[in-house]
């Protein structure tokens, strides 16, 4: 019997049976080719290692080229990226893994020097707070501060829609097991859900069911290509980068929750307040919003943000979570599953190789050695 035991119970979700319910969260590591937003080899080697996850959600990859918002980060839009990304899929397949991969739309949290110099979109005009990782590709790099974004037209809303939809097909062509909308950590649909940003006064504005529509009709891009049960959907309450927020995070994300269910979808995953991006808020404020949510969605419920292992079974065992995703833990820990099935021990992550670089603190985590197993 595994420590942690609740852990192991295999998983049903997707179509795919899930052997763990440990999840390998998405993790941008900007380690990708700029010219071209492509993956390679060293991609391939760094998800490999960490097969063993019951599902892993790729880093954040973006549908467009409006969609980037740091440096190094790949994209899933053309065929060049999707056939480098197949040497991904095909590593964490021949290990037996399963991957999904995390479609992107950064809206503000950008800078023109990722799009010939125009201003980034969101759903309305405003500057995010905090830096742009432009990397060198701008001179006062690696960091400058934002800039303002314009808000999109309402008659954009249909492209942007189809750039979902042609992300959706190049995942499949990188041969994908499914894609998670990122709908998370303030980029541009979580723009439209916040308060904060979200002035509009057209159909995608004001109340809480026009500033989800953004939300719905982006799912419904990806499901007219995807079956239901190959999309997972992310949200955070709070959190992100460029400081938004949302006047009522238990409503408008529960009403989030809510308008995800019926679809049969393969998860919706939820980043709980207060984890590593700060926003830290009451506790019981937090335990409301998730079980809100929880309940509010019909299918697989993914909780992440700040757990450890033992925590994380707590939550399995007592039903609060299905599954749990972690971040940093994956990240520094290639065998995360084994480690937490003999509980630890577990390398610490180094925080500054966490963007940018090469295989230091990307491919070069150990696994458990011969003593630590005998230790176990
Ligand atoms: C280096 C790093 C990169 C991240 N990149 C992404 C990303 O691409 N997409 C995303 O939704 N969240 C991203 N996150 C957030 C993580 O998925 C996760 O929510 C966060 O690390 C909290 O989980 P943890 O406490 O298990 O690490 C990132 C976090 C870190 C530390």
Same mark, same amino acid.
């Given at each position: 019997?595994?420590?942690?035991?609740?852990?192991?119970?295999?998983?049903?979700?997707?179509?795919?049976?899930?052997?763990?319910?440990?999840?390998?969260?998405?993790?941008?590591?900007?380690?990708?080719?700029?010219?071209?937003?492509? /993956?390679?080899?060293?991609? $391939?080697?760094?998800?490999?290692?960490?097969?063993?996850?019951?599902?892993?959600?790729?880093?954040?990859? /973006?549908?467009?080229?409006?969609?980037?918002?740091?440096?190094?980060?790949?994209?899933?839009?053309?065929?060049?990226?999707?056939?480098?990304?197949? /040497?991904?899929?095909?590593?964490?397949?021949?290990?037996?893994?399963?991957?999904?991969?995390?479609?992107?739309?950064?809206?503000?949290?950008?800078?023109?020097?990722?799009?010939? @110099?125009?201003?980034?979109?969101?759903?309305?005009?405003?500057?995010?707070? @905090?830096?742009?990782?432009?990397?060198?590709?701008?001179?006062?790099?690696?960091?400058?501060?934002?800039? $303002?974004?314009?808000?999109?037209?309402?008659?954009?809303?249909?492209?942007? !829609?189809?750039?979902?939809?042609?992300?959706?097909?190049?995942?499949?062509? $990188?041969?994908?097991?499914?894609?998670?909308?990122?709908?998370?950590?303030?980029?541009?649909?979580?723009?439209?859900?916040?308060?904060?940003?979200?002035?509009?006064?057209? !159909?995608?504005?004001?109340?809480?069911?026009?500033?989800?529509?953004? !939300?719905?009709?982006?799912?419904? $891009?990806?499901?007219?290509?995807?079956?239901?049960?190959?999309?997972?959907?992310? !949200?955070?309450?709070?959190?992100?980068?460029?400081?938004?927020?949302?006047?009522?995070?238990?409503?408008?994300?529960?009403?989030?929750?809510?308008?995800?269910?019926?679809?049969?979808?393969?998860?919706?995953?939820?980043?709980?307040? #207060?984890?590593?991006?700060?926003?830290?808020?009451?506790?019981?404020?937090?335990?409301?919003?998730?079980?809100?949510?929880?309940?509010?969605?019909?299918?697989?419920?993914?909780? #992440?943000?700040?757990?450890?292992?033992?925590?994380?079974?707590?939550?399995?065992?007592?039903?609060?979570?299905?599954?749990?995703?972690?971040?940093?833990?994956?990240?520094? #820990?290639?065998?995360?599953?084994?480690?937490?099935? /003999?509980?630890?021990?577990?390398?610490?992550?180094?925080?500054?190789?966490?963007?940018?670089?090469?295989?230091?603190?990307?491919?070069?985590?150990?696994?458990?050695?011969?003593?630590?197993?005998?230790?176990?």
């Amino acid at each position: 019997m595994p420590q942690n035991s609740s852990l192991f119970e295999p998983l049903s979700l997707g179509g795919l049976t899930l052997p763990n319910r440990i999840l390998m969260a998405p993790l941008t590591r900007s380690r990708s080719i700029e010219d071209g937003h492509l /993956q390679t080899p060293l991609h $391939a080697e760094y998800y490999g290692q960490r097969a063993g996850a019951g599902l892993i959600v790729s880093e954040a990859t /973006q549908i467009s080229s409006e969609g980037q918002g740091y440096a190094w980060t790949p994209g899933t839009y053309t065929d060049d990226q999707a056939r480098s990304w197949r /040497q991904v899929t095909d590593a964490v397949h021949a290990k037996g893994g399963r991957i999904f991969a995390q479609l992107w739309h950064v809206g503000a949290i950008s800078h023109p020097v990722f799009h010939d @110099g125009a201003a980034p979109v969101s759903s309305s005009a405003w500057t995010p707070k @905090g830096q742009a990782f432009v990397g060198d590709l701008h001179p006062e790099g690696p960091t400058v501060p934002y800039v $303002a974004a314009r808000a999109l037209e309402t008659d954009e809303i249909p492209r942007l !829609l189809d750039d979902y939809r042609n992300a959706a097909r190049a995942a499949l062509d $990188a041969r994908f097991d499914g894609v998670e909308l990122h709908a998370a950590n303030g980029y541009l649909i979580d723009q439209f859900l916040r308060s904060s940003v979200n002035t509009r006064d057209d !159909l995608y504005g004001g109340s809480v069911e026009n500033r989800v529509r953004l !939300l719905t009709e982006a799912l419904s $891009a990806l499901l007219d290509v995807l079956p239901a049960e190959k999309v997972g959907v992310r !949200l955070s309450p709070t959190g992100g980068p460029g400081g938004s927020s949302d006047a009522d995070p238990h409503e408008t994300y529960t009403a989030a929750a809510r308008a995800l269910a019926c679809h049969g979808l393969a998860y919706l995953h939820v980043i709980r307040p #207060n984890t590593h991006q700060g926003n830290v808020g009451d506790t019981k404020d937090v335990e409301r919003i998730m079980t809100g949510m929880r309940d509010a969605f019909d299918g697989v419920f993914v909780a #992440n943000g700040g757990f450890t292992p033992g925590e994380a079974a707590a939550w399995v065992a007592e039903g609060r979570a299905d599954a749990i995703a972690f971040g940093r833990l994956f990240l520094a #820990n290639p065998d995360l599953p084994e480690r937490i099935a /003999q509980d630890g021990p577990y390398n610490e992550a180094d925080k500054s190789t966490f963007y940018g670089g090469g295989a230091k603190g990307y491919t070069d985590y150990p696994g458990l050695t011969a003593e630590e197993k005998a230790a176990a």
